[in-house]
């Protein structure tokens, strides 16, 4: 690596800000999935090797609301990607936290147990100061799911989420059964709604959701109302303020067969103001075309 490039890599981590912990970018669900131990409570800061942490709640294991743990803040640390993740973390005393642990066997007989930290540095979040009930109520949710044991209740208590009114719970829901393609036409009276949600990407993720379920049961099911669902795709295909909230709509009605959608599918393409939205509409009607010539072909 040249002195240059070494140069400028410490120049910029030196101009990174100074935060305590990292965010993954995982969901709440997600990110805690892997924690045998999973606490809320307040860093009373290091003590010798260790961080000291009082639980204000355990929302998975064995510790106590008051205990206060031992928590090995260095051991992350010292296994850390540097590359990734070029600051420390750091527990500041009197700061909120949320830690994924797993226990450890002490050291010495007679000593104290201590904890390490599941995901290394990102293995901590700080709570929030504001919607902080709400944050902690949400995980407490997602753990009720992971402790359930069934992946039929769990996906059962994640169709439930999407008539909560907490937009955390509701993109989490969505994303996970976009993820892992398990949406359900009786789902489509939970969804259209969500396509009126203040947040475009709530609107967004409905839209997909309600395509990935029109393309894998409309030979197989019926679509519960089917043309109202496809009337209020078109009109956020056709309405909506948000860019990705048109294009998510105009693939979701791709996912109908041609002759219900491929009208207001023209009118997408050459008339919607966004390069992007006419660029996806003209897409869906060319692989129209193809498939028609296609079938045409086989017919002869």
Do not use: C
Not at 47 to 72: H, M, N, T, W
């Amino acid at each position: 690596m040249s002195k240059f490039v070494v140069a400028v890599f410490v120049l910029s981590v030196a101009l990174l800000p100074a935060l305590a912990v990292e965010d993954d970018g995982r969901n709440l669900f997600e990110w805690s999935a892997v924690a045998p131990i999973i606490v809320a409570g307040t860093s009373l800061g290091e003590d010798g090797r260790y961080v000291e942490f009082r639980v204000v709640v355990a929302l998975r294991g064995d510790p106590q609301s008051g205990d206060v743990l031992k928590i090995d803040v260095k051991y992350a640390n010292r296994g850390r990607d540097r590359m990734m993740h070029p600051k420390p973390m750091r527990l500041d005393s009197g700061v909120d936290y949320v830690l994924l642990l797993d226990k450890m066997e002490p050291r010495k007989a007679g000593d104290a147990p201590f904890y390490r930290v599941e995901r290394g540095v990102t293995g901590a979040r700080e709570q929030p100061l504001e919607g902080r009930e709400a944050f902690l109520s949400a995980l407490a949710r997602f753990v009720e799911i992971q402790n359930t044991g069934s992946e039929e209740l769990g996906w059962h208590m994640f169709e439930q989420l999407l008539e909560e009114t907490d937009p955390r719970l509701v993109e989490t829901a969505l994303g996970q059964f976009l993820k892992f393609h398990r949406g359900k036409p009786e789902m489509t009276s939970s969804l259209v709604p969500l396509l009126d949600h203040p947040l475009d990407e709530l609107r967004a993720q409905s839209a997909r959701l309600i395509g990935q379920i029109v393309d894998r049961y409309w030979e197989e099911e019926t679509i519960p109302e089917e043309e109202m669902v496809r009337a209020e795709l078109v009109a956020r295909a056709t309405r909506d303020e948000s860019v990705p909230v048109r294009v998510a709509a105009t693939e979701a009605l791709g996912e109908f067969p041609r002759g219900l959608v491929d009208e207001v599918l023209d009118e997408i393409a050459e008339s919607d103001p966004e390069q992007e939205v006419r660029y996806t509409a003209e897409l869906i009607r060319l692989e129209h075309r193809q498939e028609e010539i296609e079938t045409a072909g086989r017919q002869e």
